[in-house]
């Protein structure tokens, strides 16, 4: 076969003209494919709602999105408010019968006759209260964690202590209670 031939060197040429295009062809869809990665990642990125999108701040992009932030500023602000804006308390009447041989023995006959009953809790704290409190039956009003005793608080708002029960006996440095929780929240 002679390459010196009309025809021959018509077909070399196209051949080395379309491998050429080839080539330039795949350099181009290269170059293209990168920016069109980028603007479909950009379209993607459009595509979420406002609260799931990165945040963009100038030319820089952040890896939060404000979904993020908001929850994380929720959390610290629950946890901030728990410990320093506690919105917790308890209205409570209690019998205190002061540390004796027989105190234990009789709180508990008390607290089996009162049953859940705050009428005859009440008048039983008039009746046998040694504390101050006897004078307002048992009354000790609203109070706070912290106010009182540790083992009284603990006792008052324990969630597993249900509300308008009679709790008891509670031992504390001033004897024995019965603890009748009328309201908490917790």
């Known amino acids: 076969m002679m390459l010196s031939s009309p025809g021959t060197m018509k077909t070399v040429t196209m051949m080395t003209m379309m491998s050429l295009l080839l080539i330039i062809s795949s350099l181009a869809d290269a170059q293209s494919s990168t920016t069109t990665q980028d603007e ?4 993607r990125e459009l595509a979420k709602p406002w609260l799931m999108r990165k945040i963009e701040y100038g030319d820089k ?12 500023f ?14 917790r308390w308890a209205e409570a009447n209690h019998i205190l019968i002061k540390d004796s041989d027989s105190a234990k023995k009789d709180i508990t006959n008390m607290k089996r006759d009162i049953g859940n009953d705050l009428k005859r809790f009440q008048e039983y704290a008039s009746k046998y209260s040694q504390c101050p409190s006897r004078a307002q039956m048992g009354d000790l009003g609203k109070f706070k964690p912290g106010a009182m005793t540790t083992q009284f608080d603990e006792a008052v708002f324990n969630p597993l202590n249900a509300t308008n029960t009679t709790l008891g006996p509670v031992k504390t440095q001033f004897g024995y209670h019965l603890i009748y929780i009328r309201d908490r929240r917790m």
């Open 61 to 72: 992009t952040l890896p939060v999105t404000p979904a993020s932030v908001i929850t994380v």
């Open 74 to 87: 929720i959390v610290v602000l629950n946890i901030l408010f728990r410990l320093f804006g506690s919105t």
């Open 40 to 43: 479909m990642h950009r379209a």
